[in-house]
């Protein structure tokens, strides 16, 4: 599957964006996506993941103000970020597992290009 990553821009603290993940090739649904983060100088970290079943899971740091989302129709993930805050600055990269996929990027084997996300203080 082929994946490309959208929506990214320059956000005041507290403002919100939405993250598009758009995805071809088949058995979309059939897929874990999930969305990591890279802060400059810093190695890439989990932020939330959804698998086939529609369960969903997060990093603590994002838990109650980040949703993750799927339209099967659509074939897109979605990243709903609100309260945004300065360290939530970093380049966002979605990605597809075939198999359960936790919080470990090994666990993804198909990457798309990262969309920057800047939060202003």
């Known amino acids: 599957v082929q994946l490309q990553a959208s929506g990214g821009g320059l956000v005041q603290t507290g403002g919100s964006l939405r993250l598009s993940c758009a995805a071809s090739g088949r058995a979309f649904s059939a897929y874990t996506l999930g969305w990591f983060r890279q802060a400059p100088g810093k190695e890439r970290e989990f932020v939330a993941a959804?698998?086939?079943?529609?369960?969903?899971d997060y990093a603590d740091s994002v838990k109650g103000r980040f949703t993750i989302s799927r339209d099967s129709a659509k074939n897109t993930a979605y990243l709903q970020m609100n309260s945004l805050k300065p360290e939530d600055t970093a380049i966002y990269y979605c990605?597809?597992?075939?198999?359960?996929?936790?919080?470990?990027?090994?666990?993804?084997?198909?990457w798309g290009q990262g969309t920057l996300v800047t939060v202003s203080s």
């Open positions: 990605a597809a597992s075939a198999g359960y996929g936790g919080s470990n990027p090994r666990d993804f084997g198909s």
């Open positions: 959804i698998r086939r079943s529609g369960s969903t």
